[in-house]
């Protein structure tokens, strides 16, 4: 109880700050800047307490994605990839004269595509396995050679390329360690095991530069906020 | 010993406050940190500079969402002051939906200071399209095979800037701007296909994992989060490009500062979790 009285009271001096904040700084005077405002101030009430603001902050915000992709994919996609080539440009109609290539080139996607939507009935969802495979295959042939390209033998040559330094030594023992903790054909036991355990080390040492990487991150995200609430909002920082 | 068991117990809300705390007072009272420029970061900006004003464009990918625009928001706006004050051409374009918009929100915000620059001539938006692979592989053949206009129906050849451009032969640089995996497209098809040069300006969620390209040269260079874009600022600041307000810069005080509440924190919590788990042992070896 006495905690929580002393959070509500720490609570109540950010609220002060902001408040003082408003009545020496330069408020804008954009409705829009006022709105997101409201919105990100609403979103971070919950690190008090779940509360209806939160969730109507929540809300709006998952609607209004969702409802801004699906107008870009369907204007970008469908506008410009089918609707204005086959009834505005026309064109598969190429010196006045019907092309039937590059008539199918437009309507054969299209097709497929709309295949996908038969998920949605019991009858006919076997359909989307036609558009599935030819995704599959067709990105699964795209990919396949440049990405042993890009990911084994780029990076196997670039390890392999040993020179007289602690950063080469260090790395050479780091890749060695590391894969024979992911050997799981042999019990890691003698040598085996103690090897495996030095590759842990590397391994936690990764995470701790991820977990690190991620923090800042994380902090990175509400320095953006709060040079949104100080500078463009409440003008007290120039 | 209570203490530790007491700070065991501490509402987490109190680490929020701190937190809160810990970032804005830097904002209000700036402390200056020194700031040091790392290599990746010194890579990007040479890259552009190496690049010949109004000759081959650099082309921007905006693939992220305002989910991820404070980190990544600043680079825009740096490397389009970079290029937009020194002449040198910029193609932008999105392969996720939202992207396309932070592209246009990012010209919106830069245009103003550069009343002269003309979209078609030294600048060209291209917009989003779907498909993220296929994209970048049209790219390498022809631009026009993915984009036939730019963002605002515009056909291409139209476009002044547009008309000795086909694919990535005639493309200085890219930079992929990401908030998620999407820069590792580019690595597989615009750099392992076509040996396109590519520099990457990422989030530091994902920066980590993306060391390992900068040692192969896969990546020309490489701004890793906030501390990145504001290292992008520093470096056009000192070449004179611009004399903007430094939105990355800013807040490297208050990231600063954070960090060492978190360090703090992270100590307070192994020495509370340690001495509360002695103390409970001292006591049932007592009991028994």
Known sequence: MKERKGLIFGSVILIVVFIIMFIKGEPSKNIMVWIAAILTL?????????????????????????????SVVWQNAFIRRVFDPLFITRTYIVDGKFSLYLFLAIVIPTLLGMLMVSIFTKK??????????????????????????????????????????????IMIVGVITTLVYFFFSKEHKGFLGKTAGVGIWFIMVA???????????????????????????????? | MRFWEKVMKLDRRWIFLLIALAVLIPFLKPLRLPLTVTKPARDVFDA?????????????????????????????????????????????LALYPQGAGMAQAGLDFILPEFPDAKSGVDYVFLGYQPGIQAIVMYLGEDVRLA?????????????????????????????????????????????????????????????????????TGQFVGMLGGLKGA????????????????????????????????????????NVAFFASKSHKKKRSTAGS
Request: proline share 4%; net charge negative.
């Open chain 1, 124 to 169: 006919h969802g076997w359909l989307i396995r036609i558009p599935i495979a030819f995704v599959v295959g067709s990105y699964a042939g795209m990919g396949i050679a440049p990405s042993f390209q890009a990911y084994i033998f780029e990076q196997t040559q670039s390890t392999l390329y040993v020179t007289l330094s602690i950063s080469s030594f």
């Open chain 2, 147 to 215: 984009f036939p206009t730019d963002a605002y129906g515009i056909p291409l050849d139209s476009l002044p800037m547009m008309k000795n451009i086909r694919n990535y032969d005639d493309i200085a640089l890219i930079v992929d701007l990401a908030g998620s995996s999407i820069t590792l497209t580019w690595v597989t098809y615009a750099v392992a296909r076509y040996g396109e040069h590519l520099a990457a300006g990422v989030t530091a969620v994902s920066a980590a994992q993306y060391y390992p390209y900068l040692d």
């Open chain 1, 42 to 70: 609403s979103i971070y009430s919950f690190l008090y307490k779940d509360n209806v603001f939160y969730k109507f902050a929540e809300h709006l915000f998952v609607g209004v994605s969702v409802g801004y992709s699906v």
């Open chain 2, 230 to 269: 504001a290292e992008y600022e520093k470096l056009i600041q000192e070449k004179g490009y611009t004399k903007a307000r430094e939105i990355a810069t800013i807040g490297m005080d208050a990231q600063s500062i954070a960090h060492l509440v978190i360090l703090f924190l992270i100590i307070i919590g």
């Open chain 2, 48 to 92: 552009i500079e190496n690049i010949a004003p109004e000759g081959a464009p650099l082309l921007i990918a905006t693939d992220y969402a305002p989910s991820t625009a404070p980190e990544l928001d600043p680079m825009l706006y740096a490397m389009l002051r970079h290029c937009l004050s020194t002449k040198r051409r910029v193609m932008l």
């Open chain 1, 207 to 238: 995470f701790g530069a991820s977990f690190g990487y991620t923090v800042m991150a994380r902090i990175s995200l509400l320095i953006g906020r709060m040079n949104f609430l100080l500078h463009d909002w409440l003008g007290v920082i120039k």
